[in-house]
């Protein structure tokens, strides 16, 4: 049984590698940003125009806890989840932490079409979203390096990823 939680930057993936990866343990998959829209019955966007980061966090950080309870799963963290109070100490306790981490120019080429789905970028300009993620990712790095496995570019594969689980079974 593995408890896997997915942290890095947004657009880097971590959605779409917790689907495949949960198909591949036969297990559930979670989205942290998706959980927190259905307690909070509001989108991100709407959680932080009407209450602010603050209270997002503290919501991010009271459903992260849920998955103490659960045996096995694969969970796609938001993007500043692992930056936020003693988050990445308390996933590292109770699971497998993965840093998946792409390039930032590959990161402004994905994120381009998804701003207005994303309230950190939506007011931003594309030549200004290069800037933006560079410094996100120096802001986040010393909480994103505390994971226990770093995938960077062509690392981040089912191959890496097997070899990983196989580590922790």
């Given at each position: 049984m593995?408890k896997i939680f ?8 971590k ?8 198909n591949?343990?036969k297990t559930?998959?979670y989205?942290l940003d998706?959980?927190?829209?259905l ?7 709407e959680i932080?125009a009407e209450?602010g980061e603050?209270?997002?966090?503290k919501?991010?950080?009271?459903i992260l ?10 969970l ?5 989840t ?15 932490t993965?840093?998946l981490?792409e390039?930032?120019e590959?990161?402004v080429?994905?994120?381009k079409?998804?701003k207005?789905?994303?309230?950190l970028?939506?007011?931003?300009q594309?030549?200004d979203?290069h800037n933006?993620l560079k410094?996100k990712l120096?802001e986040?790095?010393?909480y994103y390096e505390?994971?226990?496995h770093?995938?960077?570019?062509d690392e ?7 070899k990983?689980?196989h580590?922790?079974?």
């Amino acid at each position: 049984m593995a408890k896997i939680f997915l942290i890095g930057l947004m657009g880097v993936g971590k959605s779409y590698w917790c689907k495949k990866w949960a198909n591949k343990l036969k297990t559930g998959h979670y989205d942290l940003d998706n959980l927190i829209e259905l307690n909070e019955e509001a989108t991100i966007s709407e959680i932080f125009a009407e209450k602010g980061e603050q209270y997002f966090r503290k919501k991010e950080a009271e459903i992260l806890r849920w998955f103490a309870e659960k045996k096995s799963f694969v969970l796609a963290t938001g993007g500043g989840t692992a930056s936020f109070g003693d988050n990445m100490k308390w996933m590292n306790k109770n699971g497998i932490t993965i840093w998946l981490d792409e390039p930032v120019e590959i990161l402004v080429g994905r994120l381009k079409q998804q701003k207005d789905h994303r309230p950190l970028i939506k007011d931003l300009q594309n030549e200004d979203l290069h800037n933006f993620l560079k410094n996100k990712l120096e802001e986040r790095r010393t909480y994103y390096e505390l994971s226990q496995h770093h995938l960077f570019g062509d690392e981040i594969s089912n191959k890496n990823f097997e070899k990983i689980i196989h580590e922790h079974l």
